[in-house]
C-alpha cells in the first residue's frame, strides 16, 4: 500500500509545535503526508489503503544511533571488564585482524536485528568490509550512514590502499538503496592516524563533499599522548590539520576543556556520546551539560555490542539523563525531553538529516517506532515522555517502518530472517574463536 493511515494514535513528535499529539497521522510513500488531532479527515480514510490502529501504542520517531561498529556483535562478550588499550590491543584488534568480509556480513545483520528490534531506524557505521555492511542495510531497510574507517599506523603504500579502498566505497555507495544510504571519510582517531594521512583523508571529504567522523579524546590517557606527541591537545590537533573544515562527527569527546568546548561550537562540530561503552571501560564521563549550553549538537551512540554489550537506545538515553544529573549533583542538568532529542532530532542533526528523520512532521521521512503501552512500567498515562526516558526499554518496541515501510511487525523481523542471523553469526564467532 502506497498511501496508509494509523488512527486512535498517541504520538510523541519531537515537533516543539506540538510535542505530544492525541490524533492520526497517514504517510503517502516514504514520507509523512499529514497528521492531526482527533479522527482522521474522511479523505484520508478514503485514500488509505490500509489503516494501522494506533490504541495501545506509543508512536516516536525512530531512534538514531550515531557511533558504532556493527561487525563488533561478533565479539560481545569475548573481552569484558579491561582498560580501553588493553582491550583494543591484546584481544579486539587480534580477532578483527581475522575477520572476512562473511563474518562483517553476519555480524552487521546481527547488530541490525537487534537494532531493529529495539526501535533503531538510523545508524552510523565505521569498519572495514563495508560493502557488506551495505548489503545489510539495503536487505534490512535501515537508514545508515556509513564510513570505511582508516587505522593509519602502517606502511605508506598500504596507507595509500586503505584511503582509495574508502574513497571507492563513499563513492559508490553514497545515495543508494533509494537515498537510505549516506557516506563519509574517516581517519580512525588522531592517535591512530599520522597527521598527514589525516590531512590526506580531509582533502578526500572535500573533493567528495562529505563530512568526517573520528573518534577522540576518549580517554585521559589518549590525550596526554596527543600532547606528548604534538604539543596540542586533540581538538586543537585535529582543527590544525583541517578536519573540522568539513561537517564533522567526533565519537566519545571525554576529555574536554572548556577552550575546546567553545572551539566545537564554533566550527559546528557534533559530537556522539557513548554513556554506556565509556563507562564500561572507564574512559570517564563526557561534559555533555557543558556541550549542550554552547550549542553543540549532542547525539547518542552505543559504540559496539563488544564494549556496550547491547545495542538499545533507550538504555542509553536513560543513562544520558541520569548520569549527569549524578555527577553534577544538579537533578535539571540533562531533562527528559533532551535526553530524548539526543536520541532523535540531534541525532539527525549529527548526521546531516535534519529536515529528513529524527521528528514526526508532514513532509520528513516516515521513519516511526510503536511501543507497546499496555505495559505495568507505563502505567499511570502520567508523562509519556518521561516514560519513554526512566522506564521504557528497547524490549517494548512492537512495531518499526523507514521510509514507510514496515520492518516490524509485532515485534517479528519482516526484511531479515533472525534464525539464521543467529546462526551464522555463531558459526562466523566459532571460526574466529578456533
Known sequence: MNRWLIENATMITMDPAKPVLEGWLSVDGSKIAAMGAGSAPEEEKRQAGGTVNGDGLLFMPGLINTHGHAAMSLLR??????????????????????????DVYWGTS???????LSGTTTFVDMYDHMDRVAEVVEQSGMRASLTRGVI????????????NEAISFARDWHGKADGRIQTMM????????????????????????????????????EVAQNLKDYGVRPVEHLDRLGLFSRPSLVAHAVHLN???????????????????????LASGVARVPELLR??????????????????????????????????????????????????????????????????LKPGMRADLIALDIRKPHFVPATD????????????????????GKQLLKN????????????????????????
Request: glycine fraction near 8%; charge should be negative.
Open 384 to 403: 509519556y515522555m518521561s516514560h519513554l526516558v526512566y522506564s521504557a526499554s528497547g524490549a517494548d518496541v512492537a512495531h518499526v517502518w523507514v521510509d
Open 110 to 116: 546481527l547488530a541490525a536485528a537487534e537494532m531493529i
Open 152 to 163: 593509519g599506523l602502517c606502511p605508506p603504500d598500504v596507507q595509500t590502499a586503505k584511503l
Open 294 to 359: 554552547a550549542g553543540v549538537a549532542v547525539s547518542l551512540g552505543t559504540d559496539s555490542a563488544a564494549s556496550n554489550n547491547n545495542l538499545d537506545l533507550f538504555e542509553e538515553i536513560r543513562l544520558a539523563a541520569l548520569l549527569h544529573k549524578g555527577v553534577s549533583g544538579d537533578p535539571t542538568a540533562v531533562p527528559a525531553a533532551e535526553a530524548l532529542r539526543m536520541g532523535t532530532v540531534y541525532g539527525a542533526k549529527s548526521i546531516g538529516l535534519d529536515g529528513v528523520t529524527g521528528m
Open 411 to 434: 515485534r517479528e523481523l519482516l526484511t531479515l530472517d533472525a534464525e539464521k542471523i543467529r546462526f551464522e553469526a555463531q558459526r562466523a564467532f566459532g571460526r574466529l574463536k578456533g
Open 258 to 280: 572548556d577552550e575546546e568546548i567553545a572551539i566545537l561550537a564554533e566550527r559546528g562540530v557534533a559530537v556522539s556520546h557513548n554513556p554506556v561503552s565509556n563507562l564500561k
Open 186 to 221: 574517516s581517519p580512525h582517531a588522531p592517535y591512530t592516524c599520522p597527521p598527514d594521512y589525516i590531512e590526506r583523508i580531509v582533502a578526500a571529504a572535500h573533493e567528495l563533499g562529505l563530512p568526517l567522523h573520528t573518534h577522540m579524546s576518549e580517554t585521559a590517557a
Open 77 to 102: 562478550g569475548l573481552a569484558d571488564d579491561l582498560k580501553l588499550q588493553e582491550w583494543l590491543e591484546n584481544h579486539m584488534w587480534p580477532m578483527e585482524a581475522k575477520f572476512t568480509g562473511d
